[in-house]
């Protein structure tokens, strides 16, 4: 195995295994780390940048691109500030949904209450387009604010229960740089310097009935 492979699956096992050991679905944060062991994962996912086999991904490797993505760990303030929602209600798994050809994606973030009393997700639709091979500049249009089931029963009628517009950072246009991308993982750094590191998700169903009408 050759050293992208091993670096790859040594970070991706090492989140994984954190995940398991604190029984957690929800994507990991540095906050949540503490810094010996967010330096460690920040430094692995450095290493596995300088390996990335698809240097120009916008413009040869928008097939691998495509396609849904789990977030597992992120540093991004907007992924930090979901570890503490109000009323009892927890974070859950979070996707990305890219949609190249038609230059859009969407953000999906499961929440439910944690003694199980209430579920749903917020969705938020997005626009980007090419700044260089590597770069995206992002326009978010809306956030959608549903809840799915009360007391394991279905809400459609909730389903969703807001839309409202999404909001961009004031002053700059918010981009994602593409720094490491093959068949089954990615990382990416915000403008702000945040970082996102993503396993690709091959079985979209869970997923895919929450794409915008």
């Given amino acids: 195995m050759n050293n992208r492979l091993l670096l790859q699956q040594k ?9 398991t050991k604190r029984n ?9 780390l503490g810094e010996t062991l967010a330096a460690e994962i920040a430094q692995l996912a450095t290493e596995l940048e300088s390996y990335n086999p698809h240097p120009q991904p916008l413009l040869n490797a928008t097939s691998v691109l495509n396609g849904g993505w789990k977030l597992l760990y992120s540093t991004a303030r907007e992924i930090r500030s979901l570890d503490s929602l109000p009323l009892g209600l927890q974070l859950g798994q979070v996707y990305q949904v890219i949609d ?10 499961f929440v439910k209450h944690s003694l199980g009393l209430v579920s749903g997700y917020v969705k938020v639709t997005a626009s980007f387009a090419p700044a260089t091979e590597q770069r995206i500049n992002v326009d978010f249009d809306q956030r959608y604010l549903s ?23 004031q002053g700059r246009v918010p981009t994602l740089d593409i720094t490491y991308l093959d068949q089954s993982f ?18 979209l169903s869970q997923i895919l009935k929450h794409l915008e009408d």
């Fill in 11 to 19: 970070l991706q096992t090492s989140l994984e295994e954190i995940q």
């Fill in 186 to 203: 990615r990382i990416g750094r915000g403008g702000d310097g945040s970082l996102f590191v993503l396993s690709k998700v091959e079985d």
């Fill in 147 to 169: 809840i799915e089931k009360i007391l394991g029963f279905d809400t459609p009628q909730l389903n969703p229960f807001k839309v409202v517009p999404a909001n961009n950072p």
């Fill in 100 to 109: 190249v050809t038609n230059k859009r994606f969407f953000n999906l973030a």
């Fill in 24 to 32: 957690l679905s929800s994507p990991l944060t540095d906050l949540q």
